[in-house]
């Protein structure tokens, strides 16, 4: 099918690869406006990396995750991950995440969409039109009663998104000497359980969300662990869990050996390092960059400049990830439905230029460039605006920033701690969200009374006048 500007007819053929969070959402919004959306997972399950195994794979769940963020900000608008009033705690299981999203599968009839078992590889179409996904089906992951062990099939699509997650293929640096190491070397995406760890001395390097959530399990366990991390000490004591300097090598007796000088004895290494974007598509289709955590020729860091029916959507860190997605994925569909004109390749890539230099004023590295944090308010604003959406909540902003003030200072029981919602009824005014992108000058988007846990009675009001929160902080016994 020819395709012109970039912009799709409603009789397109869409592929979504992966059914995580963010390829589910995808293929909510796309297939409110085209005729035929395939989604391709290779698992027997939806939930991509929330689907636990005990067995290494593609997630990196491990057994006992809790969220880092509190629930009530990870559902989308129109699906909300609701408050469970019988928690002690507000950030949730990795169970209640996968229940969420099997929730959401079937209120928008997903399941139909979905071919299990699939590896899949995306190539350029003949005559350089459209794609071809090339699928490999095992028989035993795809949930039919086919007699042969593998089923290929070579389909044709105009559009693809690629929503494969980025927790998949380790990063590990280089450590001097490794090879003089004699204990265990893994990954965090090895990592399950910790019942292989006792008796033993575990040196966790980097301080991540997970080298924290890791190392602050087995410590509570009484195992021996230190926790290290790439370019110096922690910024602050993580709580009882011992702390070391950068680990940078490994000296003449197999120890660890620390950029001031500190030796470790060490029976396992285990690196926190991070993962690098990996992608199921041929050859020159993307490219990657910064040791796999970057991707360039990106507009608004997800569709491809150079080819404009290819997205890959999920890429930002450092976000709510769910209400990201929902918001990437109307802005797509949109887009591609032609109801956001395609801008200029020149005009495109200007606006990664601009993202590019943002971070660069702000002292990041290249490899952060798909790092957001505070940069996502305005991000999803620019997007939710151009797609006629609403833009985020104000009310989900605070949670989040407030969440993220407790984490730093509770950082070793903040999980523990309780949110409290109360929902208002709306007026005419509380409709009218703030667009942080367009604020005037001495304007604010942040709650009109600083929010505060020091005491559990204090009510946050909110912008938007839509939703007050109090935090209720855990107390130790």
């Keep these: 099918m020819a395709v012109s500007g970039g912009v799709l007819p409603p009789s397109a053929r869409i592929a979504v690869i992966g059914a995580g969070a963010a390829g589910l959402i995808a293929a909510r919004w796309l297939k409110t406006r085209f005729a035929q959306v395939t989604v391709y997972e290779q698992a027997s399950s939806i939930g991509g990396t929330w689907l ?57 009839h997903l399941l139909p969409l979905i071919q299990f078992g699939c590896t899949v590889e995306v190539q350029r179409g003949g005559d350089c039109k459209g794609w071809r996904v090339v699928s490999v089906q095992d028989s035993a992951n795809s949930g039919t009663n086919a007699s042969s062990s593998s089923i290929h099939v070579d389909e044709q699509f105009d559009g693809v998104v690629v929503c494969n997650g980025h927790y998949t293929t380790p990063i590990i640096p280089h450590l001097e000497g490794i090879e003089r190491f004699r204990g265990m070397v893994l990954h965090s995406h090895s990592y399950r359980t910790p019942d292989a760890f006792f008796g033993q001395r575990v040196v966790v390097l980097g301080a991540g969300q997970s080298g924290l959530d890791i190392s602050q399990e087995l410590h509570e366990l009484g195992i021996d662990v230190v926790l290290s991390r790439f370019g110096g000490a922690p910024d602050a004591p993580y709580g ?80 709510i990830p769910f209400p990201m997605f929902d918001t990437q994925a109307q802005w797509l569909t949109s887009l591609w439905a032609g109801d956001i004109p395609l801008p200029s390749e020149e005009d495109m890539y200007a606006e990664q230029a601009r993202q590019i230099s943002i971070r660069e004023q702000l002292g990041w590295p290249t490899r952060y460039r798909h790092i957001f944090s505070d940069l996502q308010w305005e991000y999803s604003s620019i997007l939710a605006k151009e797609a006629g959406i609403a833009p985020p909540e104000q009310w989900r902003r605070a949670i989040y920033e407030e969440g993220g003030r407790l984490r730093r200072e509770m950082p070793l029981t903040y999980k523990l701690n309780k949110i409290h919602l109360v929902y208002q009824e709306m ?30 009675d204090v009510l946050s009001t909110l912008l938007d006048k839509q939703v007050t929160f109090t935090f209720e902080c855990y107390t130790p016994p």
């Design 52 to 108: 636990y195994s005990p067995e290494e794979g593609h997630s990196s769940m491990y057994q006992n995750l809790r969220t880092n963020l509190p629930a009530v900000v990870m559902g989308v608008r129109e699906h909300p991950f609701l408050e469970d009033k019988a928690s002690p705690t507000s950030y949730v299981s990795r169970q209640r995440v996968l229940e969420y999203l099997e929730q959401y599968v079937k209120h928008h």
């Design 240 to 319: 009882t869990v011992p702390c070391a300097s950068h680990v940078e090598g490994v000296g003449e007796s197999g120890q660890l050996v620390c950029e001031d000088g500190t030796e470790l004895a060490c029976d396992t290494l285990l690196y926190c390092t991070g993962y690098a974007f990996t992608f199921p598509l041929g050859d020159g289709i993307v490219q990657v960059s910064e040791n796999g955590r970057v991707v360039d020729d990106l507009y608004h860091q997800l569709l491809s400049i150079e080819n404009p029916t290819l997205a890959l959507l999920g890429l930002p860190t450092k976000v």
């Design 427 to 456: 007026t005419e005014a509380s409709t009218k969200e703030q667009d942080p992108s367009s604020s005037s000058p001495g304007t604010t988007t942040t709650p009109t009374i600083p929010i505060t846990s020091d005491n559990a």
